[in-house]
T-cell receptor, first 114, second 113 residues
Framework: NAGVMQNPRHLVRRRGQEARLRCSPM?????VYWYRQLPEEGLKFMVY????????ESGMPKERFSAEFPKEGPSILRIQQVVRGDSAAYFC????????????FGNGTRLTVT | GESVGLHLPTLSVQEGDNSIINCAYS??????FIWYKQESGKGPQFIID?????DKRQGQRVTVLLNKTVKHLSLQIAATQPGDSAVYFC????????????FGQGTRLTINP
């Protein structure tokens, strides 16, 4: 079985551009989570989504960041007008449902803003 | 060897020795705890988890101990191997069922030959 798939693995953007990060959950999983990791730090929760529904976005910055998980296709984390401080590794995790542990993580997208 | 969680983020042990990685968690209401292993350039890989109604759980070469009185979690790795070298994170679930994990800083484990 394929695990959580994220692409691209590496993404370089200039300041002011948009970054789109994709996440395909494990087969049969309908819940997706996005986390951000700065170098030498632990992961920080950003957002929790079900298909077509945002459950908890309390970790998302108020501006420039958005996430979606459409009925068909991967979950997308979108960062508009990127700044250098957005440079980080972004990880997606999935689970089959509410309260179903553990979360399974993908290998992340490393975003570098130049 | 033994680390004291967030205050000693690096732990070096000899191959074949046992290692203990400690973690202090923050929320007494957390109901679920998990240890992840992260190798360079990869995502966190599940090692072992434990619910708050337990105080010990064993896996293959790994044991997790939970002390709710002092809000302390530890990961014991028996007979360490070179492949165990990685950063280890503890995480707690602060809202029941929501899987909103709060991660610790991490401990870098290095296995010396």
């Amino acid at each position: 079985n394929a695990g959580v798939m994220q692409n691209p693995r590496h993404l370089v953007r200039r300041r002011g551009q948009e970054a789109r990060l994709r996440c395909s959950p494990m087969k049969g999983h309908s819940h997706v989570y996005w986390y951000r990791q700065l170098p030498e730090e632990g992961l920080k929760f950003m957002v929790y989504l079900q298909k077509e529904n945002i459950i908890d976005e309390s970790g998302m910055p108020k501006e420039r960041f958005s996430a979606e998980f459409p009925k068909e296709g991967p979950s997308i984390l979108r960062i508009q007008q990127v700044v250098r401080g957005d440079s980080a590794a972004y990880f997606c995790a999935s689970s089959p449902g509410f309260g179903k542990y553990p979360l399974h993580f993908g290998n992340g997208t490393r975003l570098t803003v130049t | 060897g033994e680390s004291v969680g967030l205050h000693l983020p690096t732990l070096s042990v000899q191959e074949g020795d046992n290692s203990i990685i400690n973690c202090a968690y923050s929320n007494s209401a957390s109901d679920y705890f998990i240890w992840y292993k992260q190798e360079s350039g990869k995502g966190p890989q599940f090692i072992i988890d434990i619910r708050s109604n337990m105080d010990k759980r064993q896996g293959q070469r790994v044991t997790v101990l939970l002390n709710k009185t002092v809000k302390h979690l530890s990961l014991q790795i028996a007979a360490t191997q070179p492949g165990d070298s990685a950063v280890y994170f503890c995480a707690e679930n602060i809202i029941q069922g929501a899987q909103k994990l709060v991660f610790g800083q991490g401990t870098r484990l290095t296995i010396n030959p």
